[in-house]
């Protein structure tokens, strides 16, 4: 098997994104200028606006006016998270891009994006990303050193089709997360509405309902699981790529138990996460930045991750911060002092039902995109080097 080889520039013209104008912020107040960070960048596919977008000032957005995205466009970061890639999705049509980014604007026929999108993910592809980029403090991936990287293409119809297996296997994996989303949303609802928004119920310091860092028990030297903190989701309970290794010291945690980022700029992020992946009475470990949250008797374990993404809880954790600019972290004496209003038995009753109900379902998706990841994960170095091929009808390139 042959297949074409070309070098970025012959496909695409390599466009960088816009800083704002100096002394401008970004604000969290929604218009019809998002701007796209690449923290704003997901695992998946398509980009999509979402809730932690951020928006340029109506009154500068004529300045950076010629550096936005068109639904389609293939977007990588360049700077810092280097080799991060999306396709622009349709609500982030006309949105501005980030200097730390560049896009990708095809100006040859025959080219599948989504095809270049699963090359340029692939380890051969994420290989060649690493060893164009320059500096070791800030690393950055200059565009000259984009426009010569080379990619091997099949012809335009198999290109389709390899892509057509893989974004299968993503679009199936984004509708379990999106499932997952709107169930969180729901649970984070509920909640809101029966300990939050009610001013007639009893308020009362949240350590009343959740114990903060309990002890668990772990002997050193053990082999146990461990969780680094960029295992944590910024969107989901579902924690990932933890793995078994000896215990020295760190924070410890039981299944059902919830973790929280103490730490700048993680907090602030949004970490956290629902301990699912241990077995049984199983301990496992990790970061000695987590605060360990579990409810007590009465309330359903899955509460205090709730809490963990009602904004309120996430305000007033950031008022907690102590410490030196940019290594502040979360008082957790003063963080259990945030006060919660405490519902009827009734009231309470639903809500453990209902977080009841949605936990295994979240727990199946979990197990699910995991699988599928797997699959997926599996088949894409093969597809992309022809080792497994596709069967696919040959369509004219106009």
């Not at 990303?129 to 991936?141: F, M, Y």
């Not at 007590?296 to 007033?316: E, I, S, W």
Request: one cysteine or more.
């Amino acid at each position: 098997m042959i297949w074409e080889i070309k070098i970025i520039k012959e496909l695409y013209l390599v466009k960088g994104g816009k800083r704002l104008p100096k002394g401008v912020l970004l604000q969290s107040k929604p218009n019809i200028h998002p701007y796209i960070r690449i923290t704003d960048m997901e695992k998946g596919r398509i980009l999509n606006l979402a809730d932690s977008f951020l928006y340029v000032p109506e009154n500068v957005t004529g300045a950076i006016s010629s550096y936005k995205v068109k639904e389609g466009d293939l977007i990588l970061s360049i700077v810092g998270q280097i080799g991060s890639l999306n396709i622009v999705g349709k609500t982030l049509d006309g949105a501005n891009l980030t200097e730390n980014c560049v896009k990708l604007i095809p100006i040859s026929n025959g080219i599948s994006n989504d095809f270049v999108y699963y090359y340029l993910k692939s380890e051969e592809g994420q290989d060649k990303i690493d060893q164009r980029a320059v500096g070791s403090t800030q690393p950055k991936l200059p565009i000259y050193n984009i426009q010569t990287l080379d990619i091997p293409l099949p012809n335009f119809s198999e290109q389709k089709a390899i892509a057509s297996v893989l974004s299968s296997l993503d679009d199936k994996i984004d509708l379990l997360h999106r499932q997952n989303k709107t169930l969180e949303a729901m649970a984070e609802t509920l909640f809101r509405q029966g300990f939050i928004e009610d001013e007639s119920l009893d308020e009362v310091a949240v350590n009343e309902l959740i114990a903060f860092n309990p002890k668990r028990t772990l002997a050193k030297g053990a082999e146990a699981i461990y969780l680094e903190m960029a295992g944590l989701s910024t969107q989901s309970f579902n924690a990932t790529g933890y793995y078994t290794r000896e215990f020295t010291s760190g924070t410890k945690f039981l299944n059902q138990d919830t973790l929280l980022a103490r730490i700048t700029p993680c907090l602030e992020n949004g970490k956290a996460g629902y301990v699912t992946f241990l077995d049984g009475n199983e301990v496992g470990w990790g970061s000695t930045e987590y605060i360990v949250m579990r409810p007590k008797t009465g309330f359903h374990p899955l509460m205090a991750y709730v809490l963990c993404r009602n904004q309120d809880f996430k305000d007033y954790a950031e008022s907690c911060m102590e410490g030196s600019s940019g290594r502040q972290r979360v008082n957790v004496d003063h963080l259990q002092e945030f006060t919660i209003g405490k519902p009827s038995d009734e009231v309470i009753q639903q809500f453990n039902e209902y977080i009841q109900s949605i936990e295994s379902k979240l727990i199946y998706n979990s197990r699910q995109i995991k699988t599928l990841e797997k699959l997926r994960d599996t088949l894409l170095p093969k597809l992309m080097s022809g080792e497994v091929r596709v069967q696919y009808q040959t369509d004219e390139v106009l």
